[in-house]
């Protein structure tokens, strides 16, 4: 079955966000609380989210996860074809349109409150973006440093393990530590566990990663960040979207138009920016708000 772990402030809250993540319906699923909401000492101090576990029952089909995980996982035998497809589908180009002469005196009138709104959004999208660079950034202004030893990692291991046993997944976990950082990989030998812990483009992944950085750092000094991977899945896309990338700047250096990718977490979104971060000819940006906020590639 799949399953997703959601955080919120209430549990109704987290059954609502599942559901929608699932794109199933009450009856569909079984709903386990993990954590109850602590409200706090004056509603601030020692405020707890609630943690919950949302699976499709047995005789529920999943909607939508098989083939994504598949072509990820398959990524690097894709055919030109393919890519061409995946252009079409994941790529909007902003096109360009010139106004006529009768256009003119509308524009003129209302130049000036298109100003005072573009200056508001330009302030918003600012404000985002130095939230994103801020995240791109902060692990490596940490020098903190973590063993195989110490017990913050002995206890995300272990929290890990338990939480794929309790869906019922049998794996293997491979670990390793960078500096502040724990990366673990999660080896399932059958394709439909794969499928599960993956979930709709990395989603149930994303929710289960959230869920270990939380248990980690619960009782952590400092920052310890934990990244989880399935079988591969996450470097297996970041070649995918390196090489979309790629394509996508050479076509808005040609064109000269801004191309505008389809909306992803931030975790892909910084793939794309670090990939062309020190590309001569285009700039990287994000536009729109969580959770559709994408990627702009332009040309200098």
Known sequence: MRSTVISARTVE?????????LQAN?????????????????????????????SLKDDVKEKGT???????????SNSVETEQKEDKKVVEEVEETK????????????????????????????EQEAEESEEISKEAESDVTI???????ITSKNFLKQMIEDMGIDCD?????????????????????????????????????YIVNLVTN?????????????NQYRSKRERSLQKL???????????????????????ERRIIHTYLQNDEKVNTFSQGNEPNRRVIIKRK
């Open 173 to 209: 976990i491979e670990s390793r530590t960078e500096g502040n950082m724990i990366k673990f990989n999660i080896i399932c030998s059958q394709e439909s566990d794969i499928g599960i812990i993956i979930g709709k483009r990395g989603e149930t992944l994303d929710s289960l990663q």
């Open 245 to 267: 990338a790629r394509r996508l700047a050479d076509k808005a250096v040609q064109t000269g138009r801004d191309i505008k990718l389809e909306p992803m977490n931030p975790y």
């Open 26 to 54: 009450r009856n569909e699923v079984n709903i386990e609380v993990i954590d109850e909401p602590k409200q706090g000492f004056l509603g601030l101090f020692g405020a707890k989210d609630a943690v919950v576990r949302v």
């Open 99 to 126: 106004p006529t002469q009768d256009d003119n005196d509308k524009i003129v009138e209302i130049e000036e409150t298109v100003e005072k709104e573009e200056v508001t959004e330009e302030s918003e999208e600012s």
């Open 147 to 153: 063993d195989r030893d110490d017990e913050l990692f």
């Open 13 to 21: 809250e987290c059954v609502n966000k599942a559901l929608d993540k």
């Open 218 to 230: 619960r009782n952590a000094d400092t920052y310890i960040r934990v990244v989880l991977d399935c």
């Open 66 to 76: 098989d083939d994504f995980v598949k072509n990820i996982l398959n990524s690097d």
